[in-house]
């Protein structure tokens, strides 16, 4: 069996999500394992929405353990990972990540990531990134874009190949050191840190300054109430 560093791995032609088909892949190698597919018929995206899986793009899964207590760690390191990643291809550009783990490239979508329940403490972290094309978006808050659109033309397997070394590096860090250092670096490269941002909940739209990441991984609003924690949400400005 295929193996990228420690991971069991395996593409297939087409699926409905890579987020389930990694669970089937999962039983069988009982081991953490990714799972890519070159297309995806039902690809889906955060609070219910739909992701457009445009063929020539990267959807990978990734299944591993979590202990619960870590899972919001690790929903802000795999946002940093994948910025990193696409540093790594665009070089030249300003890479952000957008809370709480959406990554920018020129104010426009490249990457999100969906997290989801396996068995055990099993969970899929399952990761789009537009590499050869940009999908059209519409009513969404930020427009997409692609490797593609600045002139990059790269295969979908070196991207994965990368990810899984960030990955692998900011993991290990995280276990070695704790979440501090996560934090330092994500905070560097955050969207809008320290400016006036929106966050939709529930279709209820928040207003403040975006403060700080607490060190639970939560987004710190400033508003005129206080400082309030935010969970969940959407962020856009
Ligand atoms: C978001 O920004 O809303 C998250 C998008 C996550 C998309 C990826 S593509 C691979 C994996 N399979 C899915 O169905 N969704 C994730």
Redesign the pocket.
Known sequence: MEKIENWFYQNLEETT???DAVQEFLKKVRSPCILTANC?T?????LG?Q?Q?LKGNL???FAYQINLRNLKHMVILSGLAVAETVQYFLPSQIVEVKWPN?VLVDNKKIS???FEKSFDDYWVM???INVCHTPILQNALYQATSFADFGILCDRKEVLKILVKKFDFLKEQYEKEGFFSIKKTWLDKAYNRGKKINIQQNGKIKEGIFQDLSDDGDLILKTSNGCEKIIVGDLFV
Request: proline residues 0%.
């Open positions: 999500s890579t987020n995806q039902g690809g889906r995206g955060r929405r992701w899986s959807f990978a899964s959406d999100g990531i969906l399952g990761i789009g």
